[in-house]
Nanobody, 121 residues
Framework: QVHLVESGGGSVQPGESLRLSCTSDAHLDIYNVGWFRQAPRKEREGVSLVRNGGGGTHYTESVKERFTIARDRGKVYLQMDSLKPDDTGVYYC?????????????????WGQGTQVTVSS
């Protein structure tokens, strides 16, 4: 397991942007890193995943063309543009060496504490 810390959340209006960071005392390059979100009274949802070993990126359909996941100097970021009220929730990053995908959050052994994102007018 690896210790993860999320940051960058906040309160914005629809159409605005936020950039979330997932950091660790160790570089995250060797891990698959996913972003998940949890809204009250809703199921946890996998948002985006960056694979290790140059395996590519994945997004849930509702955020495609709006969110971008990227690695930079051992950290993982989620750039969120054109935010909508339905994007509101607590965002978590999670990591593991081997995972099947965003549909299987149980595969991710390490989780951060979350950062709140609120999109409202």
């Amino acid at each position: 397991q690896v210790h993860l810390v999320e940051s960058g959340g906040g309160s914005v209006q629809p159409g605005e942007s936020l950039r979330l960071s997932c950091t660790s005392d160790a570089h995250l390059d060797i891990y698959n890193v996913g972003w998940f979100r949890q809204a009250p009274r809703k199921e946890r949802e996998g948002v985006s995943l960056v694979r290790n070993g140059g395996g590519g990126t994945h997004y849930t359909e509702s955020v495609k063309e709006r969110f971008t996941i990227a690695r930079d100097r051992g950290k993982v970021y989620l750039q969120m543009d054109s935010l909508k009220p339905d994007d509101t929730g607590v965002y978590y990053c999670a990591a593991d060496l081997r995972v099947r995908g965003l549909e299987y959050p149980e595969d991710f052994g390490s989780w951060g504490q979350g950062t709140q994102v609120t999109v409202s007018s």
